[in-house]
């Protein structure tokens, strides 16, 4: 099975405070994910990643940075934590090519509370 | 632009009968996948059913079944026989490359 874990599963910041979220998966798969889930708009993507060192802007990077330095690992970074970054962070992975049939495996979220 | 609608933001049904929850979606790919994921309240994302948009025959998992309309760009879930453990949000999923768009969920209670 495939396991994607984050690091924390709640989180409390400050205002300004700059917040890393990481992400592990160990499937060897290529493609990264993080995402934001707030009620009623379902999952918007912020960031992926298809490559070591490679990153993409997803639909609400604004506020956002990531890294990839190895394979299994993608980490979401707040440089400066505001209050409407308070939401929960999914991170999900995905196998490339037509045999991962387009499905992503997501870690069980860290809900983040910035004060 | 690829988006996907869920216009039932809650459902619910008695233990043991049927559900069935609704998505709509719209792209311009004529290759592409649908899902249904469940999250339950400890919030993991657990992948319920995946349907190849090429595909005709509809998926089915189970107790779960997705009725797929490819014309009218429909992808329904169907649960029988429903349990207190299908408690959850249920989200209908697009994906096309890495191109994965959400509806906006469905909370559905089981009631005993």
């Known amino acids: 099975d495939v396991k994607v874990t984050q690091s924390s599963r709640y989180l409390v910041k400050r205002t300004g405070e700059k917040v890393f979220l990481e992400c592990v998966q160990d499937?060897?798969?290529?493609?990264m994910f993080w995402y934001r889930q707030d009620p009623g708009l379902g999952l918007r993507l912020i960031y992926f990643?298809?490559?070591?060192?490679?990153?993409e802007k997803g639909d609400i990077p604004e506020g956002y940075s990531v890294s990839r330095e190895k394979k299994e690992r993608f980490s979401l970074i707040l440089e400066s934590a505001s209050t409407n970054q308070t939401s929960m962070y999914l991170c999900?992975?995905?196998?490339?090519?037509?045999?991962?049939?387009?499905?992503?495996?997501f870690g069980p979220g860290t809900r983040l509370l910035v004060l | 632009a690829q988006t996907v609608t869920q216009s039932q933001p809650e459902m619910s049904v008695q233990e043991a009968e049927t559900v069935t929850l609704s998505c709509t979606y719209d792209?311009?790919?004529?290759?592409?996948?649908l899902f249904w994921y469940k999250q339950p309240p400890s919030r993991q994302m657990i992948l319920v059913i995946r349907?190849?948009?090429?595909?005709?025959q509809n998926a089915t998992e189970n107790r779960f079944s997705v009725n797929f309309q490819k014309a009218a760009k429909s992808f329904s879930l169907k649960i029988s026989d429903s349990q207190l453990g299908d408690a959850a949000m249920y989200f209908c999923?697009?994906?096309?490359?890495?191109?994965?768009?959400f509806g906006a969920g469905t909370r559905l209670t089981v009631k005993p």
């Open positions: 999900a992975s995905k196998q490339s090519g037509v045999g991962g049939l387009e499905t992503q495996y």
């Open positions: 499937m060897d798969h290529e493609n």
């Open positions: 990643s298809y490559d070591v060192k490679m990153k």
């Open positions: 792209t311009s790919e004529s290759d592409y996948y």
């Open positions: 349907q190849e948009a090429y595909k005709q």
């Open positions: 999923a697009l994906a096309n490359n890495n191109d994965m768009r």
